[in-house]
């Protein structure tokens, strides 16, 4: 029989970030990007999983429900002083469980590697700003961070849609309510709470997760009703946010919702996260600021995305970071390796990589050597 408490008490000591439990193989930890096998546990059988899946169930009758018509199921969990957040899946109509261990305490905003013009973007009184990456890019962490900082320096009333609720935070000098999403829960979906933000008197709306077109329809709504929308979307780069917003729209109308988001979308901050030399993760920013020349070429009859590549690349006084420029700065500061920073562009672009490498190679030089003479 599985000790799933013994495995969840390693699994905080090692610092790992998943728990995955799947029938046939010994319970594995995620440990900064590696998967790490439980040595001292027996390999999971099938009883082994519906045990576990009765454990973090506790015979919720709004939950089996949801898992036994839809075959998966997304919940939080409370272990001790730490919350999880619960995937379920089906696998040969056997239960499949992933954990993400949610931390207590959020890490300092300073200390995540975010760009300080995303957190000087949060006091824009309306608009729509997007936070997005790949799963386990860190998107989660990132906006809980951007929700404490307002939090903890204005005065708003925020309200954020979350599948399940992850962090959980305190009002400070903001009033902040988290509402979580599904069957049984606070709202039915996003689009039906996101409708019902407009109603509730909130300055600040948190989306959790942007998946299709009825969330981004309410999302933009409600920017355009005069509230500040933050929200969350499955997208590599900046450039693909854009593209991706306009494809949840039919043809017809993607002149009409190129101009709303031209004149909405105030920010889009892309990350990924990399192994770093230390073995640790290091942060990856992309940032676009949606200023005259970006939202020009959002509202042009066909979007080509390396014009808006290159527009976030040599607009840098206005904000934009680009992608070259994050890798080569994380590269010339000795944090991932340069073969780390080619395998996340393309061939076309290595060329830009080298001259960036080298113009801030140049420029730490002679700044060390004005330091020296001074």
Do not use: W
């Amino acid at each position: 029989m599985i000790d799933i408490e013994k495995v969840l008490n390693e699994a905080v000591k090692k610092d790992a970030s998943d728990v995955h439990l799947i029938p046939g193989i010994k319970p594995f930890l995620r440990i900064r990007r590696d998967l790490i096998e439980v040595k001292d546990s027996e390999e999971l059988t099938n009883e082994d999983m519906i045990e576990i899946y009765d454990y973090f169930v506790r015979g919720n009758v709004d939950k089996d429900k949801v898992y036994r018509e839809t075959k998966k199921l997304d919940s939080s969990y409370v272990f001790g002083d730490i919350r999880l957040r619960v995937n379920i899946s089906t696998l040969d109509d056997i239960p499949v469980i992933v954990l993400r261990i949610i931390k207590n305490t959020l890490p300092r905003y300073e200390d995540l590697g975010v760009p300080d013009i995303v957190r000087r973007m949060m006091s824009q009184p309306q608009g729509l700003i997007l936070v997005t990456g790949k799963t386990n890019s860190g998107k989660t962490t990132t906006l809980n961070a951007l929700i404490n900082e307002i939090n903890e320096n204005q005065n708003k009333k925020i309200l954020t849609l979350e599948n399940p609720v992850e962090y959980k935070h305190k009002c400070k000098k903001s009033i902040i309510i988290q509402k979580e999403i599904g069957i049984g829960r606070d709202c039915l979906d996003y689009s039906t709470g996101i409708k019902n933000s407009l109603r509730e008197d909130c300055d600040i709306l948190i989306i959790g997760e942007i998946r299709d077109k009825e969330t981004m329809e309410a999302a933009i709504e409600t920017a355009e009703a005069g509230h500040l929308v933050i929200g969350t979307l499955h997208t590599k780069s900046c450039a693909e946010t854009i593209d991706r917003m306009i494809n949840f729209y039919d043809v017809r109308d993607q002149q009409t919702i190129k101009y709303l988001i031209a004149s909405l979308l105030k920010l889009v901050v892309s990350q990924r996260l990399l192994k770093g030399k230390n073995g640790s993760l290091v942060l990856v920013p992309e940032v676009m600021v949606v200023d005259n020349i970006i939202a020009g070429i959002i509202r042009k009859d066909k979007i080509i995305v390396s014009e808006i590549e290159d527009a976030i690349q040599s607009n840098s006084d206005k904000g934009n970071i680009g992608l070259i420029n994050s890798l080569a700065e994380l590269f010339v500061a000795d944090r991932i390796t340069l073969d780390q920073a080619k395998s996340q562009i393309e061939e076309k672009n290595i060329e830009t990589l080298n001259r960036t490498i080298m113009q801030l190679k140049i420029k730490k030089d002679s700044e060390e050597k004005s330091k020296i003479n001074n």
